[in-house]
């Protein structure tokens, strides 16, 4: 486009400069590089952080920007049936009703068994969740067999409205078979379900739990304040856990966070290599609301897929010694799995990479992985979290530097602004460096330390 003298026009310049600035390899000001005081302007530089925003900025700082920063919201799908969201909270919430029912309190450790009280318990804290208007609002021809595959194989006082033909066996039975499996298998119990903490209250809250805080979902407060985790950090964090366990008879009590998913979820390499913060950041949050009487010492994803899936996953955030100690039989929950999370030094350069024997000539002592374990929950995760903060409030929102796989591009709704050049990923992981911008261990170009740590 140019003018009546033929001159180009202001739109025209800046389209080529921001062609040019996208097409180079280097970090330009098209490519989420804003000023401190740009990115000052907006709210979310100061709100505090939860582990799903810190995952989302460490996956894309461009998509942070977009949907955090700006606020561009994800167009909305309206499927006929609950989405994956919807879903996702169904089951949070009718787990949180079932463990609340057997307790007196929150806090209270939880047994489960297979008598038909707990199928009663659970069939009625899933009757309870159904009748809610979210849920309610898909009342279609088709959302009795969706109930049915939550429902079926439940074997309530009562009659089970959305049981299925013989044999066939919904969500909602399997996790019963978990939670019982669990019970005699693991020393942790099941303690504080949605534990909030920083929740973000209307006004003045006083019951231990209360329907606080987005969707009117109820919660267990552990704190109203968010809680500052890094000295200095421009930042306070805040979270909800969807389960804690704890080790009865333990001190300091020994915790457990279990995150629930209903699709896919990272594993402990993506924690090493600086990918996934969100367990390690439960644990912290945890330490921090809960005091010095609590003790975390691990964490897992829990999946549940309807209607077949229901179980720990088997890949733990923890240090064996904590793992044996998760397990009642005294072994570790999975011995091999285990050693793959802190067998690695944090500086490959002073300190050459050590590989755990996971068999019976084991070099090292469970002290040896207990000590990394805190060092990485502390140290590590410290180090790091000073890096993500002072990057976001520096104006560091560059699109990823994982590959198009890892960061889900293709199902990003992002994608056709961001404008990434993924052939381009190397040179722009070395152009970053290291003074500002967060560059995963997963991605670290110069050092050789991934290839080390794999
Ligand atoms: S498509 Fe990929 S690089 Fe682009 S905003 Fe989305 S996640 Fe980031």
Partial sequence: MANASGEPTERLRAGVACAAGRRSPRTTAYD?????????????????????????????????????????????????ELDALESGRLVHNVFARFIRSLQSEPGEPVAVGTDQSYHTAMYEAGIAEIERPYVQAHDTAFHDGWLQRLFAGLDPAGTNEYDGPAGYEGLLVRALRSLTDETSRFTARPAYVEADVGVEADGPVDEPVATTGRDDDPVTLLTEEPVDLVPDAPFRFRGKVDRVDVVPDTSPTQITAIDYKTGSHPNVTDIREGTSFQLPLYLRLLEEALGPGFDPIGAAYYTLKLPTEAGVSASPFTSRLHTAHYRSSGQPLRRNGVSSLFDYHRDPAAEPFAELDSGNGEEETDLDTDERFYDFLHETLDDRLTTITNAMTEGVYHPTLLEADDAKCDYCAYADVCDVRHHQRVDRADDHGLETAYVPDAVRPSTGAGDDRR
Wanted: proline share 10%.
């Fill in 32 to 80: 989420g590089d804003l000023s401190p005081e740009t990115i000052a302007q907006f709210g979310a530089a100061s709100t505090p952080l939860s582990p799903s925003r810190v995952d989302r900025y460490v996956t894309c700082g461009f998509k942070f920007y977009a949907r955090t920063v700006l606020d561009f919201e994800e167009p909305e799908a309206a499927p006929l």
